[in-house]
Structure formats: structure tokens, C-alpha cells
């Protein structure tokens, strides 16, 4: 049996080929099973930003086949799986057809207009999507392990992916242990106690990087950058610090009592607090997720409501970065597995455990007792056994430098006369939000730069060269991974954002494959007005304000 791809004429579907490792398939150990997979565009995934850029690629490029590797079971990243399913809105942005399939606002939450449960939005608008989707193909519970790259005839492209996907002994084992006791072994080969592995090989013309820790960046060895860049914007020295991450959760107002969970105690150094300008219903509904009608700040049984709240005294974990240093990022490239710090990620999640047991038990301080001990963590809300998120919330990622060395900034974003940011002639998105939002770490962990002072934005424009990667002319980058300095992520890092980014991406991708456009340079040079056109009929590219 061959394992290269063998052509067969006018066949949509994607075929796998199952091979053995030999002696050529030097990425893998002799003998290990491996399946070959060969797609027009690879999208590695498992952010908000990545659905967006897969859906978009499928329509626009009906006759491609898209292959979307996802790192959970639930794609739509801080949509769903990191459960931000309170959507950050700025006043004027909105992703239509989605926010139509849960109409109105089911949580009644007050921090957006639009929370949710994400099974609900999953399985009223993402799965249906998805499976009509007819060349779209998704790689459930599926990590980049590696990229292999090679000069072509248009400089240094990404030649194909080794994934690794895994699949769970048991039924309903996939979300029983805590990320941080698991997240080495998604990128692992091998099998693990809880998991079988399947070793999976995709080549492609094209890919996207849309995945939330930056693997395929990292691991294609393309310039990247983590942290903030200092002590200038414009500097391509970063620190190795930044925004704060979180494990969100959900709690609910059961029908019946409640026994409590026992949860280890939080990391040193954390205490929590309800600040005095709010009360503990009006955190209740913060985020809520469904609400009911009755009294302002009452909770009510059958409601439940999404908790991330701070930064801390909350469950936003402040007290340690989530990636490992720059150097330690790249060495570890060789046998890739996130690049995470995990004492982080485990603290993260002992933070969010607090903040759990904390707010239930000040519940009977204002709220009714009936209502206190009925009070849960909503652990299927999450769509694990714990209760976390099943990913954490990552506000940050690495970013791409792009084309021409690009990088989407600050500057770029706000304006003191205009009411838009720079009109971009390769404007390709636009975005909005209140301003470039960061959440600090605790005093003293992380050395601010005094520009990141002014944080104001105006409705703004990404334009091509965001989207890019300067040494991969086959690679798309979209979402947190895009070419933009930290600032400009802390404005574009949003839901909505993702989303246009995402799906300019993956209009650009299609283009490139069906127009035979063999870079992002090129695309760049000729292409422009043909993308903008046909992303204009997906979404808005003009702000009319
Ligand atoms: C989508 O397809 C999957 C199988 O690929 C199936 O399990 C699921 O029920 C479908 N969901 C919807 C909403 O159609
Ligand atoms: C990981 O983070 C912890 C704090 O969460 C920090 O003390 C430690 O130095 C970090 N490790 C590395 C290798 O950066
Ligand atoms: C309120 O909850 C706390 C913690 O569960 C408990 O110790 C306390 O007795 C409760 N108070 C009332 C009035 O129920
Ligand atoms: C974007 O902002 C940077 C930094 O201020 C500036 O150098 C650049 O000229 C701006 N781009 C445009 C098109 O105005």
C-alpha cells in the first residue's frame, strides 16, 4: 500500500490512508501508526477564530477540502469550549447569523448583550453548521505536534502537519481530570492511561494558524513574538509577561439541595473578596448565562451563570504567566507540547476552585437560604467532570510577524480627529471594542511599559498584512496568532474580532487555492480587490459611522 496521497478525480471528500512509520516517515518512531491525510487547506484550530476562518474557506472554495484540526470536542473556542459565553461587544459590532440562532439575550446578563449556554449554541447553530458543511472536515480533540517545511520554488512554505488525536478509553473520560493533568498528554504519541492516540499526517498547499497556544508558529520555526513589547511598541524585544488568564466555570440554582464539592485549597497569595460597589447578585448576573425573569439581583432556581470574573479577587488568575519564557518555548519546539507553563495553568485552576467555593458560601449573605443550598458548580455546563472550562481563557497568544515585517498597532487602532482608525488599503476586517483591554498581573510580576498607558480605540480596520507571516508565504495566520503587537491584541483579542479576522483568513485562503496564488505576498501585490470583494459579501468591511 502507498502511503502518498494517490489523486482521485473529483472526489470532495477528504481520504485518509492508513500507513506505518518507515524508514521515510523520519517523524515518527518505526512502526507507529499514522493516518495520511491530504487536505486544500489545513486550518489548525481550537479557537473562536479558527471555526470563523474554516467555515468561510468551505463557502467560499465549495469544491476544496478543508480540514480543521480542533483541540476539543467543542469547537468555537472562547465561544464555547473556554467558556466566555458572554460575548464581548464593543457598541456597534455583531456576527449575525450566529447571535440569530439564540435570540434575545438567554442569560439577561448585563456585561454583554448576548450569554449563553454553549451546548445551547453549539447545538442550535456550530454542529448544524459544521455538518452541512460538506467540505469541511473536523478533527475532533486534535493537537499540532509538528510542522515540516522545506523551500519551494516561492520561498519557505509549510509542507504538512503531524497531529496527534486523541481518543478516550472510556466513555465520558475525555473531561474527568484537570487540564493540567492532561494537557502534556494531548500532545504526547503515545498512549496514556486515559487515552489512545491516533498519529495523523496532513498535507496541504495551505494552512491557517487559528490554534490558541501559537503551534504552528512555533513549531514551523516562523518569527514569532510572546509577552509585551518593550520598552516600545514598535520593539521587537518582548517581556515575558502580560495579561492573566482564567479558568471560567458555571454555577447553577439546582432544584434540589446541594452537597458542596471539596476543592483543594487556592494558591498562596490568593484571597477573595466581593468588592463593595457590587453585591453578590449582581456578580451572579454578570455573565449569566440563563436567566429567568423576577427581582434584580436575585438568584433563581433553574438559572445558572457563567463565573469569570476579575481580575482577582476573582478567579482570573493573576500570579503567574501562562507561557514558558521565549527560549524555553523554542527548545521546546523539537517535541512540542504547548509551551505552558504548568505550574500556572494548575494554579489557574485551584484560583477558579476558590473563587467557587468562596462566592457560594457569602451566597446566604444576601440571598435567599432556599436559594443558597441549592447553589452548584454546573460542571456539565462546562462540559466537564470538574467544572472548569475545558480550556482556559486565554487573553493572549503568540503572534505572527507578518509580510514586510508587519505588525498591526496601536496606533493604527485610535484616532484624535477621525472616527475610524488608519483606513488600511488592504483592510480586509474591521473591529471594535471599548479599548485595548488588559488585564494586569499582580504588582511587581510584570514590568508595564508606560505606552501601554492610553489605551483609548476607535472603530478600526485590519488590514491583509495582519493575517501573514513573513517567512511562510503558504500560511495564514488569524485571530490572537495575528501579526500585531500586544497592545493591538489587547483591542482585537475579542470574540467578535476573531471572528472577522478568522473569516478573512479563510476567504484569503480559498482564493489563494482556487485562484493557484502561491503566496501571501503575491495575494498581497495582485489580489487585493478580489478579496476585499468577496469578503464583502460575507461580512461588513466598511464601518459607517
Ligand atoms: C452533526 O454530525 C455529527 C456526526 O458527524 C452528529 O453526531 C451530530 O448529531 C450532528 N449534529 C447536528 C446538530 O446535526
Ligand atoms: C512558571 O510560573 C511560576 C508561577 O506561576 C513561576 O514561579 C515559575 O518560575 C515559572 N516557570 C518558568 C520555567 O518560567
Ligand atoms: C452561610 O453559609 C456559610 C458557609 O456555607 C455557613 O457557614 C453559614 O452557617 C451560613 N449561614 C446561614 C445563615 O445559613
Ligand atoms: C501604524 O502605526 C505605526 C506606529 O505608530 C506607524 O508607524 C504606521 O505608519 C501606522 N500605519 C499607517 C498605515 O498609518
Redesign the pocket.
Known sequence: MSCRWSRVAALLAVVTVICFATAQATFLPAGVRYEEIECDIVVAGGSTAALAASLAAARTAPEKRICLLESTNWPGGQLTSSAVSAVDFGTHNDFAAMVASLPGNPGKCWVSHWCYEPADLLHKWIFPTINQTKNLRVFYNTVVKKAYTAKGPHGDEVKSILAVQRVPKEENEAWRNRLSEDLLDWYSLYESKTFNKKALHFSAPLFIEATEFGDLLVTADAPFAQGIEYPY??DYTTLDCGQTHVFPLYMSIEKEPVKQPHFPPPPRGISYEIPSQFSWGRIWSYRRSIGLEGPENEARIGETSNQNWGPPPGNDYNLGYLYLPTQEVKAQAKNWHGGINMTSLADAELTAFGWYTYYSQQCNKTQKPEVCARVALAASVAGTDLGLSKVPYLRESRRSIGIHNFR?????MTSHVNPTG?V?ADRVAIGEYFYADIHHMADGLCKYPAYLGDRSIKPYYVPFRALTNRDFGNMLVAGKTMAQTFKANAATRLHPVEWTTGLAAGVAAALMSTHSIPTTTQLYENNIKLLQETISTQAPLQWTL
Open positions: 511598541e514598535d498591526l498597532m496601536y496606533e493604527n488608519v488600511f
